[in-house]
């Protein structure tokens, strides 16, 4: 069981609304995962280097040339809202 | 000919020599999209117009000499978290329902290239998020050999468009087994190339250090010769390998000498349904009568694989996820107080619930005060996995071994159930943590007449060595040639 008020902070952090119902179905079920994921606690890791990556390739550039970019229109298609410009978003400043 | 029963490769043999069109062959498999797709729903969406255009391009281009490519005329069931230009790609999530990518992936473009044609896209669970297609947000799939179990997943509908023969190849993601899995429930194969092998541009991310794409299909040759054209380097994916490609179709008929099968007892423990058990070993027991040397070999670190692959997965989930904003593309609610609450009703309506418990756990696990704890703990003991596999694959050439510890479940059988659902995907997960190629093949049936699958693994980039040791075990039995009863 992962307390409610734990689940409600990771649910701002990962911003996602979830309603009572959902924080307690998560406390209990994150709980139980939680709790499962422990058996990594029998083992000693002190020494062990983390992987993070199959492929332990190392940095990967490109040469340094413009190159063509998405047309702003085919950019635009999909937003929930544009002015055919810009992507618009709701007014975060006050009194601006 | 039954059209839209025979394997790639025959239909390829026909086309070429004249007894088939494209458009013979695209209309035949439309056909058996309409007859059967209603009971099945693997396709969330079918492009019949564009497909039956490409066919008489093809048909044309072939009667006037032109060029083709090598899968020229093949229908192909493209599972929906892969970009496809001008035609949508949800994801199987409310979040991306209306999403038309302005770009193909990489995987996509080398279809078109080869004269494939994209017939339709495939139902999965929300953003390759599950085991068995039940977290689709857009519709259910039903497993072709027995409607009222799932197809598995996350790939569950190209797994289950190929097995009821709708297409005859399919294109799967898998990140902890969404591809060789549904191959297992649905009686076909399914393989997940070596991670770096197959270019992951235009794949909507999950775990991006663990999802790759791969093949499906009827029988080893038809995934030998898709999984061709997928491969290969692409320089937008910076994890993309630059080695050759193999010709895995020209040395597929060799048979491997001197091949030493590995059994690993850990995967033989609780849980695995004895039916399952018994196909596995019998399936060995055809390779040792091939010539085969059967050798034991320990994955110690068999039992932490579930643990570190879920913190692993969900982490990167959490960071993946949270570019779905309602503000570039995608959901946005319609009713917020400020931005951050716009941002977060947004993603609270348009994910679903499997989708919302990663992002939790992933957020969790790499949040101050409990990241070395989870995360950093996971990756070192996925070092741990991966040294077992390095340490095995240099007493043996192949891993033999179940897919899934059940044939597969009834729907509604694991949706209240997280925990057990994730347990279930043990014997796969391990391959995604450490970046090594792995080919379910069908190897009989339980009583109940559900499919079960044989898992091969292989060293990292031994994707040929797999695809002959997998056609070697065709040669010695015939499960390969079933259909279910819903083809005829």
Known sequence: ?96 | MDISGATAGQLLDAMNGGSLSATDVVNAHLDAISARDEHIGSLISVNADGALEAAAEIDRKRESGEPLGRLAGLPVAVKDNMCTQGTATTCASRMLENFVPPYDAHVVERLKAADAIIIGKANLDEFAMGSTCENSALKATRNPWNTDHTPGGSSGGSAAAVAARLVPLGVGSDTGGSIRQPASFCGVVGLKPTYGRVSRYGLVAFGSSLDQIGPFATDVSGAAALLEILAGHDPRDSTSVDCPVPEYTASLEQPLEGLRIGVVPEFFGDGLDAEVESAVKQAVDVYRSLGAEVIEVSLPHTKYAVATYYLVACSEASSNLARYDGVHYGHRAEQFENMIDMYAASRAEGFGTEVKRRIMLGVFALSEGYSDQYYLKALKVRRLIRNDFDTAFAQVDLIAGPVSPTPAVRIGELVNDPLKMYLSDVYTISANLAGIPGISIPAGFSSKGLPIGLQLLGGAFEEEKLLRAARMYEHGTDWHTKAPSVVS
């Open chain 1, 1 to 96: 069981m992962l307390a409610p008020e734990d689940v409600r902070k990771v649910a701002s952090l990962a911003r996602l609304k979830l309603s009572d119902d959902e924080i307690a179905e998560f406390s209990e079920q994150l709980g139980n995962v939680l709790d499962y994921v422990e058996v990594l606690n029998e083992l000693d890791v002190t020494d062990v280097e983390p992987m993070a990556h199959a492929a332990e390739v190392t940095n990967v550039l490109r040469d340094d040339v413009s190159r063509e970019s998405l047309p702003r229109e085919a950019a635009l298609a999909n937003a929930p809202k544009s002015d055919g410009r810009f992507f618009l978003v709701p007014q975060i400043l006050e009194n601006a």
